[in-house]
């Protein structure tokens, strides 16, 4: 299950007709040919962060959403993928990274740049017990979770950071 695979992408234009694939592959930036989890990640800080900034509420509300229909998005653009966890499909990431955002100590590049560093890292290393939800917990729900656990991580490495350091 949790490796992502080197399977065939989808065309921009198959990502137009279908709008659970555009979402699953993260408005095209998972269809990346290197590191495609990276450039979801990037997309959904640059998306993310203007919104936060001028309605957080808002924020919230998408983040809410976007978890709760994540699994479905998620679970739809692998059935359509034929593939567990392509690793074009970076709705995970999106939702991973929002979710530190939200809960960054303060909204400044600083904070933003250590939740992208720290993410990215949690998500590709993927320590215990991140690594066994990725291996054992099946559909769109298994791909989704261990991107809420490396956001934990993240976040819990920011505010340790945060209290001890600054």
Known sequence: MGHKSKVSLPSFKTLLKTP????????GSGLA?????????????LLFVPLLLWQESLAWSLFIVSLVFGSYICGQSAEMMQVHDHGGIVWDEFVGIWLVL???????????LAAF?????????KPWPINLA????PGGFGIMIDDI???I?????????NTFLA
């Not at 659970?20 to 408005?27: D, P």
């Not at 560093?117 to 290393?125: A, C, G, K, N």
């Not at 991580?153 to 950071?161: E, K, P, S």
């Open 117 to 125: 560093v720290s993410f990215r890292f949690f998500d590709v290393l």
């Open 20 to 27: 659970v694939l555009m979402l699953g592959f993260g408005f």
């Open 149 to 151: 656990m490396a956001g």
């Open 102 to 112: 939200l809960l960054l100590p303060e909204q400044t590049w600083v904070y933003w």
């Open 33 to 45: 040919p290197k590191a495609p989890g990276t450039f979801g990640t990037l997309l959904g800080l």
């Open 134 to 137: 990725d291996q054992k917990i």
């Open 153 to 161: 991580y993240a976040l819990i490495v920011i505010w340790l950071a």
